[in-house]
């Protein structure tokens, strides 16, 4: 990637360029819609969403970093965006333009000190997967075993620093009301930059690996330092589908909610008994086999919560009385305390609204554990994404618990594309 194009004003000025691009396709509807019919005018609503989507997809690719890890987001919101730009966004999941060959031989070589053939006994030129910030190659290594060998595109730590000093600049009116707090940025600018070190990714993966061990239904992959550095990782090769090559094969609801379950699952283990998560949620990071096992393959992105917010979690969810009542009042502000923010009575109510009008219906506290969810219906989403904005209008949404419910919604989204039916309650109880 030529340096040009990854300065902030480069960047900027194509994700301009697309933006414009958008307004004239939508412009072009709306002069054409008086003249069409009913359907005729839907068609061709539906024809502009794909082309505006479409359009913005293939920059955000080119773009990589930050922009594309938005884009991936964005791609999750069912509920919120039409179908058709659901569609194209899908293809940033792990579909980005690869590196030239060369590029990706210079990248290794500079890292790792020695050409692939040099290191591995076999080595695939041609990516099988390439994402917002590296692509994966197969491999066999010297003693035989198959896998997985992530190189970082050159520069892309800066491009990231770039796109958030872009990003600062254009939300600064929302951070001067105190709606975006500076240490939000700063929470997920961090979290960013830290999936393009390589060596901690490969931490990360050891950590989830041992303590991930007791679900049995969950693989995670070895890493292997010896074949790795800071731009290059390698890791055994795992196997399975990813969300949708798995759903066109049209698995059985029985395995379905079983995967559906074994998803929720892993994730509140993470939360309530690990105090750790897997914290990016798009589908190119999960693996899943028609025997309902779930391999995760990516671990750049890992929130580790503070013991306070563990505790907290655990005390909230399920809560046994009235939402209205003191006690749950007192919950809220201790927790709110601890973090330094303060609760402002318009957030407590607005976290109160979000227990009454999402979690206590798909969480019912009640004590029957064999009463499931059924996650197929869209409404549950809206649900959550209304709750999710009126919290943040508040000021009410805590650095800490960013990225545990930007994984919550991602789990929430996969569940909805199985159509899975989940025990809800009973399975958060195993955890309290």
């Known amino acids: 990637m030529p340096n040009t194009r990854n300065t902030s004003v480069g960047r900027g000025l194509r994700m301009a360029s697309a933006g414009a691009g958008v307004v004239g396709s939508y412009l072009g509807y709306a002069l054409q819609r008086a003249f069409l019919g009913e359907a005729e005018s839907e068609a061709r609503l539906k024809a502009t969403h794909r082309r505006a989507a479409r359009r913005v997809a293939e920059e955000m690719k080119s773009l990589r970093g930050a922009a594309m890890k938005i884009g991936q987001t964005l791609s999750l919101q069912t509920g919120t965006l039409p179908d058709e730009i659901l569609a194209e966004f899908a293809s940033l999941q792990m579909n980005a333009p690869p590196m030239h060959p060369s590029l990706a031989r210079v990248q290794f070589r500079r890292s790792m000190g020695a050409e692939p053939e040099d290191i591995f006994s076999e080595f695939t030129a041609e990516p099988f997967a390439a994402a917002s910030l590296g692509q994966v190659h197969k491999a066999v290594t010297r003693e035989g075993a198959p896998v997985a060998v992530k190189i970082q595109y050159p520069g892309i730590r800066e491009s990231i620093e770039n796109d958030f000093k872009v990003f600062r600049t254009v939300i600064r009116p929302a951070q001067t009301t105190g709606h975006v707090p500076a240490a939000a940025i700063d929470e997920v600018e961090q979290q960013v930059l830290s999936e393009t070190d390589y060596e901690q990714e490969g931490r990360n ?86 025997d309902g096992r779930i391999a995760l393959v990516d671990f750049g992105c890992a929130k580790h919560l503070s013991r306070e917010s563990v505790a907290y979690l655990r005390r909230v969810f399920l809560y046994p009385g009235s939402t209205h009542s003191l006690g749950f009042r007192q919950l809220l502000e201790k927790y709110y305390r601890a973090t330094g923010t303060p609760l402002s009575p318009t957030a407590r109510r607005a976290l109160i609204r979000f227990a009454d009008n999402f979690y206590r219906r798909v969480y019912p506290p009640g004590p029957d554990d064999d009463q499931t969810f059924d996650f197929g219906d869209k409404k549950f989403l809206q649900a959550f994404l209304a709750e999710s904005t009126n919290l943040f209008r508040t000021k009410g949404v805590l650095t800490e618990l960013i990225f545990m419910g930007r994984a919550e919604m991602g789990l929430y989204q996969t569940l909805h594309r199985l159509q899975a039916r989940v025990r809800t309650s009973r399975i958060v109880r195993k955890y309290l």
């Open 205 to 290: 993966m050891e950590f989830f690996r041992e303590r991930l061990a007791p679900l049995s239904f969950v693989m995670v992959p070895t890493f292997l330092p010896s074949y790795s550095s800071d731009k290059v990782l390698t890791m055994t090769l795992m196997r399975g589908q990813h969300l949708e090559e798995f759903l066109a094969r049209r698995p059985p609801r029985k395995l379905r909610n079983e995967l559906g379950e074994r998803l929720f699952d892993l994730f509140y283990f993470q939360v309530l008994h690990v105090g750790s998560l897997h914290a990016d949620p798009h589908w190119g990071n999960y693996l899943f086999t028609n």
